[in-house]
């Protein structure tokens, strides 16, 4: 039996599916989730810094695509999924260790292509980036 793009993610937060491995890979962690939208958070630290001492700045657009494609994710019908077409990241100020929240949402949705925008923030609640990516909806099976 197929499930639709929330019911998957309610699976993952049920612990009945495991997490997507990028989530365990970089230590992501879903914190709220809805129809369009997502919350994300990950604690910052030594692994996910370049040799300036900061998170280096694929961290950080890791992370934005994972909110936004956790957002799309909850808009999904059974027998749908997607992959990123385009990512854009405006990189604001620098993430040291800390956490990030990452909020993200579906800013619009077609039948075969959507646009969604996140925000990335530190534990002081300074923006640290702000990205949109546009994505194509295809027909298939999730693996």
Same mark, same amino acid.
């Given at each position: 039996? /197929? +499930?639709?793009?929330?019911?998957?993610?309610?699976?993952? %937060? @049920?612990? $009945? #599916?495991?997490?997507?491995? &990028?989530?365990?890979?970089?230590? &992501?962690? +879903? !914190?709220?989730?809805?129809?369009?939208?997502?919350?994300?958070?990950? %604690?910052?630290?030594?692994?996910?810094?370049n040799? +300036? /001492? +900061?998170?280096?700045?694929?961290?950080?657009?890791?992370?934005?695509? *994972?909110v936004?494609?956790?957002a #799309?994710i909850?808009?999904?019908?059974?027998?749908?999924?997607?992959?990123?077409? %385009?990512?854009?990241?405006?990189? &604001?100020?620098?993430?040291?260790?800390?956490?990030? !929240?990452?909020?993200?949402?579906?800013?619009?949705?077609?039948?075969?292509?959507?646009?969604?925008?996140?925000?990335?923030? @530190? *534990? $002081? /609640?300074r #923006?640290?980036?702000? #990205?949109? !990516?546009?994505?194509?909806? $295809? $027909?298939?099976?999730?693996?």
């Amino acid at each position: 039996m /197929g +499930m639709n793009g929330m019911d998957m993610l309610r699976a993952v %937060e @049920d612990g $009945q #599916l495991k997490p997507p491995p &990028i989530f365990a890979l970089m230590g &992501i962690t +879903m !914190s709220r989730c809805g129809d369009g939208w997502a919350e994300l958070e990950l %604690e910052v630290g030594g692994r996910h810094h370049n040799s +300036m /001492g +900061m998170a280096h700045g694929g961290v950080v657009a890791t992370l934005g695509d *994972a909110v936004m494609g956790t957002a #799309l994710i909850t808009t999904l019908r059974e027998g749908e999924l997607f992959t990123t077409l %385009e990512l854009h990241t405006n990189y &604001i100020r620098p993430a040291r260790d800390g956490k990030l !929240s990452a909020k993200g949402q579906v800013v619009r949705r077609g039948r075969s292509t959507a646009y969604c925008e996140a925000e990335i923030k @530190d *534990a $002081q /609640g300074r #923006l640290v980036a702000k #990205l949109s !990516s546009a994505c194509l909806i $295809q $027909q298939g099976q999730w693996s």
